[in-house]
């Protein structure tokens, strides 16, 4: 009877765990998320700071640099807990030029000024008045549960614009400065990736994806398309 002294008991056990460790990386390759990587070419900057009316408090910051909303649109399970993301009233602009979020997700609207602001929108996806509000005191949150557009304003500072983005899909992101993107975590398959730029400036590349893989996308300006 072997005992496990013996050479041969040694040797078997090796090979098993050899087996099972080449079985378990083959696994894990085969279920690795697939990437894109790529960039946005944006339109130019909107300039600089406005002259605001019923401003006595703080400085007045330039409106937000554009940004492009990368998503990979397709048939994808609900994800189990909806977030909670700001979009908050700082240097009298709204923080973000566009807030991507997920169908469910509940919005915040702090403001981070000495000065009353007010967030309303007429879209067709939301449309809510927060009515006015000072820098001490909390309105109430929003859950954004329809996909589509949803256009801010501020009734006291007519220039103040931003815009949510809800998406029925949990896989996207915005771009980076000079419009760089990178997408992780993808399931494999044939999908439509889209960059948002707003509502009449929407480009789209089909993909095919293959676990484990980085996939490089580029989406150019198309021809006649003011920079």
């Not at 006595?56 to 409106?63: L, R, S």
């Not at 997700?105 to 929108?121: C, G, I, L, W």
Request: aromatic fraction near 10%; charged fraction near 20%; hydrophobic fraction near 40%.
């Amino acid at each position: 009877m072997p005992t496990l002294g013996n050479p041969i008991v040694h040797r078997g056990w090796s090979r098993a765990v050899f087996t099972c460790a080449i079985a378990w990386l083959a696994g894990a390759q085969l279920h690795a998320e697939a990437i894109i990587e790529g960039a946005v070419t944006l339109p130019p900057p909107k300039g600089t700071a406005p002259t605001v009316r019923y401003q006595a408090a703080g400085e007045v910051a330039p409106p937000p640099v554009p940004v492009a909303v990368v998503y990979l649109e397709g048939d994808f399970p609900k994800p189990a807990a909806p977030r909670v993301l700001r979009m908050a009233q700082r240097q009298f602009q709204f923080e973000h030029a566009v807030l991507p979020v997920g169908v469910g997700t509940r919005v915040e609207f702090p403001n981070q000024d000495a000065e009353y602001h007010n967030v309303f929108s007429y879209s067709k996806t939301k449309r809510f008045d927060l009515g006015r509000y000072r820098m001490d005191e909390t309105p109430a949150a929003l859950t954004f549960e329809q996909p589509g557009v949803v256009r801010l304003y501020c009734d006291i500072h007519d220039h103040m614009r931003g815009a949510i983005l809800v998406l029925a899909t949990p896989h996207f992101t915005s771009t980076a400065p000079g419009g760089k993107f990178r997408l992780a975590g993808l399931p494999a398959g044939t999908f439509t990736l889209k960059a948002w730029i707003d509502e009449k400036t929407v480009r789209e590349q089909r993909v095919t994806l293959t676990d484990g893989e980085t996939l490089r996308i580029n989406f150019p300006a198309p021809s006649g398309e003011s920079q």
